[in-house]
């Protein structure tokens, strides 16, 4: 997931990048709209660790359910895997491709990079006696159940998610996701002034538009 711009077998044409900008507002909005947002962004969000005398641990997670994580997961993708052409390294590309302001494509690839960076960021604690970064957390919980399954995530996914550690683990991977989520949906401001901007230079309204409609306020 790392660095996972690529650049296109030919140059996008402005219209293209427009698409591509409306296509991850839209996908925003999609997030907006799930429970995941409503349950994780909470002033309770957070575990309780219960001890009890020749008892084990146990864990109790406030935060989202499954089926918001499922939900979640499948938009999510969009913004960290390259197919759709809308992951956040790919629209820091296309805003060095685009006619805007300097200032514009420096705060696309700075947020970019700050994802980079919080990622690889590791955990205080040790797995196996291995140090754990916060992008192989979310890693091995998208790509070893939520969004796919990897042979070798799957395996690292069911040994945290089956154990005393489940409910801890999930609250890691929510955090990491909500921490994802402030840097994603700080673009969509840009990308509508960018939008607009772009609709005007095409000489396309809004309304005659039909790769989608902007996100509503």
């Known amino acids: 997931m790392k660095n996972m711009s690529k650049k296109p077998t030919k140059p996008l044409s402005t219209s293209d990048m427009l698409q591509k900008l409306k296509l991850f507002n839209d996908k925003i909005e999609t997030v907006r709209r799930g429970r995941f947002v409503p349950q994780v962004f909470r002033p309770d969000h957070g575990v309780t660790l219960k001890y009890a005398t020749e008892k084990p641990v146990t864990v109790q997670k406030r935060g989202a359910d499954e089926d918001a994580i499922l939900a979640l997961a499948t938009t999510l993708r969009f913004f960290v895997q390259e197919r759709d052409g809308i992951s956040l390294w790919q629209i820091a590309d296309i805003y060095e491709g685009l006619p805007v302001e300097e200032m514009d494509k420096e705060s696309a690839r700075s947020a970019v990079d700050s994802v980079d960076k919080y990622l690889d960021t ?48 999930e609250f890691y991977f929510e955090t990491i996701v909500a921490d994802m989520l402030q840097v994603i949906v700080s673009f969509q401001g840009m990308n509508e002034r960018t939008i607009q901007a772009l609709q005007s230079k095409l000489g396309v309204s809004p309304e005659s538009d039909q790769g989608g409609s902007e996100p509503s306020h």
Do not use: Q
């Open 122 to 169: 590791p955990f205080p604690f040790r797995i196996d006696r291995k140090a754990i970064t916060k992008r192989h957390v979310f890693e091995v919980f998208m790509y070893g159940s939520l969004a796919h399954a990897n042979d070798d995530k799957r395996l690292e996914y069911e040994k945290w998610t089956k154990g005393p550690v489940a409910d801890m683990m």
